[in-house]
């Protein structure tokens, strides 16, 4: 199995810009004109959305934890 933790920093830090993005749009996507106007069932997939917002900076911290973790035991195999 490939390791998930083999990424640069820059590639972190491009992963996190993109989540934070992500993130962003999906906030100011809930409250949206067409979710009032339009309902798409169950309060135009507001419970998705939501589910979205606790999980994508849960998913992104555990991440960047496992990467930092993996880099520090790979700087002390190496030494």
């Known amino acids: 199995m490939k390791n998930i933790y083999k990424i640069t920093k820059s590639q972190l830090a491009v992963l996190w810009l ?12 809930a409250g949206s004109y067409y979710c009032y106007k339009i309902d798409f069932g169950k309060n135009c997939h507001q419970y998705f959305q939501s589910f979205l917002l606790l999980f ?12 930092n973790n993996y880099n520090k035991n790979r700087k002390e195999d190496i030494k």
């Not at 993109?18 to 996507?29: R, Y």
């Not at 994508?56 to 990467?67: E, K, Q, T």
Request: charged content about 10%.
């Open 18 to 29: 993109f989540m934070i993005t992500l993130f962003t749009l999906i906030e100011k996507s």
């Open 56 to 67: 994508l900076p849960f998913l992104i911290i555990f991440y960047s934890i496992g990467w």
